[in-house]
C-alpha cells in the first residue's frame, strides 16, 4: 500500500530511482551513519543497488519506503519505511533517515506523524515500534512527538563503526 501526502511543508510519495542523488547525499554521510543500522554508502552504486531493492520490496509489498521531499527546495531529504509486519500480532516496525541540513526543523516529526497515521488508519495495524540508538536524541524526540513511549533499552544492540551501542526500544499503540 504505497503512501503519498502533502503538506505546505514537505510531500511524501513512493520511493524512485529518480530519487537517487538525493538519497546519496545522506546515505552517504558519516554523520548521519552513527546513527542508522546499515552500512554508509560509499559509492553511487551502492546507493543505487539499494534504492532499487527498496523500489522492488514496496512492488514485492513486503514493505512500504517512501521519500520526503521539502516542498521549498523539491529534494528528497529523508526515506519512511514500514516493515517487520507481523499479520497475526497486527504490528510492523517503523524506520526513518533524514538528511542532516533539516535536522531539527520539525520535518521528521510531521514525516513520522504521517507514517503512524497511514499504518494505523490506512494499514489497519494495532501496534508500531521503532529501534533507535541511544546517542541519537533528535529521533527520541521525534518519536516522543508523536507519541511513542519508551519500552526498553537494550543493552550493547548495535556495532556502529566498531563501537557497541545501545537501542532504545520505542512503541506507540493504535489510538
Known amino acids: 500500500m504505497n503512501l503519498y501526502f502533502e503538506s505546505t511543508t514537505i510531500k511524501i510519495r513512493p520511493i524512485e530511482l529518480t530519487d537517487l542523488d538525493d538519497i546519496h547525499e545522506y546515505a552517504s554521510n558519516p554523520n548521519v551513519k552513527q546513527y542508522i543500522g546499515w552500512p554508509l554508502m560509499e559509492t553511487k552504486k551502492q546507493t543505487e543497488d539499494h534504492v532499487a531493492l527498496m523500489i522492488s520490496r514496496n512492488e514485492d509489498k513486503t514493505h512500504v519506503y ?33 538528511n542532516e541540513s533539516i535536522w531539527g526543523k520539525g520535518h521528521g516529526t510531521e514525516a513520522v506523524k504521517v507514517l503512524c497515521d497511514h499504518a494505523f488508519n490506512k494499514m489497519g495495524l494495532r501496534k508500531l515500534f521503532a529501534r533507535i540508538v541511544e546517542i541519537n536524541v533528535g529521533s527520541a524526540k521525534v518519536l516522543k512527538k508523536n507519541n511513542f513511549t519508551l519500552e526498553a533499552t537494550l543493552k550493547d544492540y548495535y556495532c556502529i563503526h566498531g563501537a557497541l551501542l545501545n537501542c532504545q526500544w520505542y512503541s506507540k499503540l493504535a489510538e
Open 66 to 98: 517512501a521519500s520526503v521531499i521539502d516542498n521549498l527546495t523539491n529534494k528528497v531529504i529523508g526515506t519512511l519505511i514500514i516493515f517487520g509486519l507481523d499479520e497475526e500480532a497486527n504490528h510492523a516496525e517503523i524506520g526513518y533517515v533524514f
